[in-house]
T-cell receptor, first 113, second 118 residues
Framework: TQLLEQSPQFLSIQEGENLTVYCNSSSVFSSLQWYRQEPGEGPVLLVTVVTGGEVKKLKRLTFQFGDARKDSSLHITAAQPGDTGLYLCAGVVGVTSGSRLTFGEGTQLTVNP | DAGVIQSPRHEVTEMGQEVTLRCKPISGHNSLFWYRQTMMRGLELLIYFNNNVPIDDSGMPEDRFSAKMPNASFSTLKIQPSEPRDSAVYFC????????????????FGPGTRLTVT
């Protein structure tokens, strides 16, 4: 059973369209992160959200952490081909030094010119 | 600044051979993570170290896998003997973890090693 469920798994859209990617869990996270991974490279951190209900914006990307800290969403406005990649959410359970990140399976986004 | 460095970038080997993957974390980081990524299972944590000490190795698939971190600037992941089902991309990541409330758990990934076992 996957601790973090991401949807959709695959998304192919045209340049200029808007999209939302979801990350859901039955567990409460002390923080949640979003990463983007391009082919042949490792994931790169986009944002960390910590507070329930928190909204962060990174240019055309808007990240929201659910009030109960069990889910998150990533919204991209006016998608561009450069946004193409694998988007991964990752949650931290607990705050002790032994805590670890648990990754979702990812959403593969393709933005066609 | 140099990021996480992994070597080799690509490795092709025959079933039964020993494979050693190497990682140099970002200087100053005190936590190191080994992940495996496949299409079927996504990104899986294999093992992680804090201050060179293995903290959680529950993700290591079986005894054929072993990891060491002899010092703060070097770690290895060894597979012996290798099998075709070990084919995957293996990532190393590092982060800084301070005492309670002083870490954001942000991880910095290396470029990965693509392993193919035939």
């Amino acid at each position: 059973t996957q601790l973090l469920e991401q949807s959709p798994q695959f998304l192919s859209i045209q340049e200029g369209e808007n999209l939302t990617v979801y990350c859901n869990s039955s567990s409460v996270f002390s923080s949640l992160q979003w990463y983007r991974q391009e082919p042949g490279e490792g994931p790169v951190l986009l944002v960390t959200v910590v507070t329930g209900g928190e909204v962060k914006k990174l240019k055309r990307l808007t990240f929201q952490f659910g009030d109960a800290r069990k889910d998150s969403s990533l919204h991209i406005t006016a998608a561009q081909p450069g946004d193409t990649g694998l988007y991964l959410c990752a949650g931290v359970v607990g705050v002790t030094s032994g805590s670890r990140l648990t990754f979702g399976e990812g959403t593969q986004l393709t933005v066609n010119p | 600044d140099a990021g996480v460095i992994q070597s080799p970038r690509h490795e092709v080997t025959e079933m039964g051979q020993e494979v050693t993957l190497r990682c140099k974390p970002i200087s100053g980081h005190n936590s190191l993570f080994w992940y495996r990524q496949t299409m079927m299972r996504g990104l899986e944590l294999l093992i992680y170290f804090n201050n060179n000490v293995p903290i959680d190795d529950s993700g290591m698939p079986e005894d054929r896998f072993s990891a060491k971190m002899p010092n703060a600037s070097f770690s290895t992941l060894k597979i012996q003997p290798s099998e075709p089902r070990d084919s995957a991309v293996y990532f190393c990541a590092s982060s800084f973890r301070g005492r309670h409330g002083t870490s954001s758990y942000e991880q910095y990934f290396g470029p990965g090693t693509r392993l193919t076992v035939t």
